[in-house]
């Protein structure tokens, strides 16, 4: 299997490359620490489109490119109207003459395909409603750094959401021991599911699946939790709350992991409702690691696209 352009899915990649970018986002973090300047994208520009609001995504990579020696350019999602005022394909070719990678957060994932399948330049994924690779990557960094990425299990807690379905991929590629946890009608895509068994049947990981949260979190090192209505579910906020009121990750929840079990959010939290205030700011909690490692994975990951000539 050859390294593919684009970064769009955790499932199109070898292991082999994946864990060559979780090792080298590390080199990356470390040389930050040590003031290093790194310049793999001296000279080069990167196009930054953003639909969805977004604080980590889109400031991770703003700092990524600019300390990795490369100019980001942000282009508004109203100034272009992808696929409206001008087709997917001649915003994808005219960008490819102007810069030389694309990062696209997107509501629809086949927006994201669409302009990978268009641009001679790559394109990253930085979260649509069906996958959110990149924040995957760096789940898996801050799991290297607190424990082990293969044998300690990882539990998600709460919704079927982009985020699992690219925890799920993450698994199956590398091998790891995943069980999400999610009311029977909120659970996580089957395509998406099959896959990850399928990936998981040649990697040796162990995917299970839950719907109570006490059982599911009894091996846990890692418990996981993300919001119960995402971008663009908001009238559905109160319908998932009634749905996941059992789903909340709170002290009793957290007593039932084993000791030491470490709690991961994605972010942005809704303290009160997914997770408790108690909880976040707990010394299981490492969110703010997590959230940090936005930064080292996509520079990791830039690196690994770009063209060096």
């Given at each position: 299997m050859s390294r593919p352009k684009?970064?769009?899915?955790?499932?199109?990649?070898?292991?082999?490359?994946?864990?060559?970018?979780?090792?080298?986002?590390?080199?990356?973090?470390?040389?930050?620490?040590?003031?290093?300047?790194?310049?793999m994208l001296a000279g080069k520009s990167v196009l930054l489109y953003f639909e969805k609001p977004s604080l980590r995504t889109y400031v991770s990579f703003g700092i990524g490119v600019s300390e990795l020696g490369g100019t980001p350019v942000y282009l508004p999602p109203g100034q272009v109207q992808?696929?409206?005022?001008?087709?997917?394909?001649?915003?994808?070719?005219?960008?490819?003459?102007?810069?030389?990678?694309?990062?696209?957060?997107?509501?629809?994932?086949?927006?994201?395909?669409?302009?990978?399948?268009?641009?001679?330049?790559?394109?990253?994924?930085?979260?649509?409603?069906?996958?959110?690779?990149?924040?995957?990557?760096?789940?898996?960094?801050?799991?290297?750094?607190?424990?082990?990425?293969?044998?300690?299990?990882?539990?998600?807690?709460?919704?079927?959401?982009?985020?699992?379905?690219?925890?799920?991929?993450?698994?199956?590629?590398?091998?790891?021991?995943?069980?999400?946890?999610?009311?029977?009608?909120?659970?996580?895509?089957?395509?998406?599911?099959?896959?990850?068994?399928?990936?998981?049947?040649?990697?040796?990981?162990?995917?299970?699946?839950?719907?109570?949260?006490?059982?599911a979190v009894k091996d846990a090192a890692f418990v996981y939790t993300d919001v119960w209505a995402s971008m663009g579910q908001e009238s559905q906020?109160?319908?998932r709350r009634s749905a996941f009121a059992g789903y909340q990750v709170n002290a009793q929840l957290m007593a039932a992991a084993p000791s030491g079990a470490r709690f991961l959010h994605c972010l942005p939290a809704h303290r009160g409702e997914e997770v408790t205030e108690e909880v976040l700011e707990s010394s299981a909690s490492i969110v703010f690691d997590q959230a940090e490692n936005r930064l080292h994975v996509q520079k990791a990951i830039m690196e690994a696209l770009v063209d060096p000539s």
């Amino acid at each position: 299997m050859s390294r593919p352009k684009d970064f769009i899915s955790i499932a199109d990649w070898p292991p082999e490359e994946i864990v060559r970018m979780l090792d080298r986002a590390a080199e990356l973090k470390r040389l930050r620490a040590a003031r290093v300047p790194v310049s793999m994208l001296a000279g080069k520009s990167v196009l930054l489109y953003f639909e969805k609001p977004s604080l980590r995504t889109y400031v991770s990579f703003g700092i990524g490119v600019s300390e990795l020696g490369g100019t980001p350019v942000y282009l508004p999602p109203g100034q272009v109207q992808l696929g409206g005022r001008e087709a997917l394909q001649d915003v994808a070719r005219n960008l490819s003459r102007y810069c030389h990678m694309i990062v696209a957060r997107t509501f629809d994932h086949d927006l994201v395909v669409g302009l990978a399948r268009h641009a001679d330049k790559p394109v990253v994924n930085a979260l649509t409603d069906d996958l959110h690779p990149c924040q995957a990557m760096a789940d898996a960094l801050t799991i290297q750094e607190h424990g082990d990425l293969r044998s300690d299990r990882l539990v998600w807690v709460g919704d079927g959401n982009n985020m699992v379905s690219s925890l799920i991929h993450l698994a199956g590629v590398l091998g790891m021991q995943l069980t999400v946890c999610t009311p029977e009608r909120y659970g996580p895509d089957p395509a998406v599911v099959e896959r990850g068994r399928e990936l998981a049947a040649a990697s040796g990981g162990e995917l299970r699946f839950e719907t109570d949260p006490v059982a599911a979190v009894k091996d846990a090192a890692f418990v996981y939790t993300d919001v119960w209505a995402s971008m663009g579910q908001e009238s559905q906020a109160e319908e998932r709350r009634s749905a996941f009121a059992g789903y909340q990750v709170n002290a009793q929840l957290m007593a039932a992991a084993p000791s030491g079990a470490r709690f991961l959010h994605c972010l942005p939290a809704h303290r009160g409702e997914e997770v408790t205030e108690e909880v976040l700011e707990s010394s299981a909690s490492i969110v703010f690691d997590q959230a940090e490692n936005r930064l080292h994975v996509q520079k990791a990951i830039m690196e690994a696209l770009v063209d060096p000539s």
